[in-house]
C-alpha cells in the first residue's frame, strides 16, 4: 500500500528583486567557500607559506571562519523564503541584514592591510545585498 501525503499548493511570488537577493547571497556564499577551500587546500600543501602568513592556527581558523560563513549565507538565505518560515520572514531579513553587515566589518577587521580587489568585489556584493533586503524589508510592510 502507498502513502500519500497532502501538499498545500500555494503561488510563490518571483520578484526581480527576490531573484537579485537570491544571486547574490548565492554568489557571496561561493566566494566564501572557495575561500575557505583554497586556505585549507594551502594548509595541507604549503606548509612554508602557510608559516610566514601567521602559522597553521591562525589560517586554520580562517578556513574554518569561511566555510561558517558559507553555511550561514546558505541557511539565512534558505529561511529568507521557505514557506514554513514566511510567519517569520520579517525576522531572519533582518538576521541576513546583521549577519551580512558582520561579514562586512569582519573583512576589514581581520584583512590588516591585505585589502584586495576579489575582497572588495565580494563586500561591494554584501552593501547591495544589505540595500536590497532593506529595500524589499520596507515594500512588505
Do not use: W
Not at 71 to 94: E, K, M, N, S
Not at 108 to 136: N, P, V
Request: glycine residues 10%; contains cysteine.
Amino acid at each position: 500500500m502507498m502513502a500519500t501525503l497532502p501538499m498545500r499548493t500555494g503561488a510563490v511570488r518571483v520578484s526581480a528583486i527576490r531573484i537579485a537577493i537570491c544571486g547574490l547571497i548565492a554568489a557571496t556564499a561561493l566566494v566564501h567557500l572557495t575561500l575557505g577551500a583554497m586556505t585549507s587546500m594551502m594548509l595541507a600543501t604549503q606548509p612554508a607559506l602557510v608559516a610566514s602568513m601567521g602559522g597553521a592556527t591562525a589560517l586554520g581558523v580562517m578556513a574554518a571562519l569561511f566555510y561558517c560563513n558559507f553555511a550561514g549565507y546558505v541557511v539565512l538565505g534558505t529561511a529568507l523564503y521557505l514557506p514554513r518560515l514566511r510567519g517569520r520572514q520579517r525576522v531572519t531579513r533582518l538576521a541576513l541584514i546583521g549577519y551580512t553587515a558582520l561579514t562586512v566589518l569582519a573583512y576589514f577587521a581581520l584583512a590588516q592591510g591585505h585589502i584586495d580587489a576579489f575582497g572588495l568585489a565580494d563586500k561591494a556584493c554584501e552593501a547591495l545585498l544589505i540595500a536590497l533586503l532593506a529595500i524589499e524589508g520596507r515594500r512588505a510592510r
